[in-house]
């Protein structure tokens, strides 16, 4: 798979989202992801960032979705990582 900013449609290519103390539902994965505080999208075709988060524990995971923001069947997924923020 390559990354490619969102809206161009190239095959084998997507751009990031990262879930923020959230899933997907297997309805929600068939359907763009939606952009708020917990789906950060890089549609840039970006492929880092630095994320200022509340202390607590935090979960974390990154979705490769298509140009349309609609991930992958099967899924290109990261495993969830969880973080404690101090």
Same mark, same amino acid.
């Given at each position: 798979? !390559?990354? /490619? #900013? /969102? !809206?161009?449609? %190239? @095959?084998?290519?997507?751009?990031?989202?990262? =879930? *923020?103390?959230? +899933?997907? +539902? &297997?309805?929600? /994965? %068939?359907? &763009? *992801? #939606?952009?708020?505080?917990?789906?950060?999208?890089?549609? $840039? $075709?970006?492929?880092? +960032?630095? =994320?200022?988060? &509340? @202390? !607590?524990?935090?979960? =974390?995971? =990154?979705?490769?979705?298509?140009?349309?923001? *609609? @991930?992958?069947? #099967? #899924?290109?997924?990261? @495993?969830? *990582?969880?973080?404690?923020? %101090?």
């Amino acid at each position: 798979m !390559g990354v /490619a #900013p /969102a !809206g161009v449609e %190239k @095959p084998s290519t997507g751009h990031h989202h990262l =879930l *923020i103390d959230t +899933t997907l +539902t &297997p309805e929600q /994965a %068939k359907e &763009p *992801i #939606p952009a708020d505080d917990h789906h950060l999208h890089f549609g $840039g $075709g970006q492929t880092e +960032t630095t =994320l200022t988060l &509340p @202390p !607590g524990r935090h979960t =974390l995971q =990154l979705v490769l979705g298509d140009w349309s923001h *609609i @991930p992958f069947n #099967p #899924p290109v997924v990261s @495993p969830a *990582i969880t973080s404690d923020v %101090k």
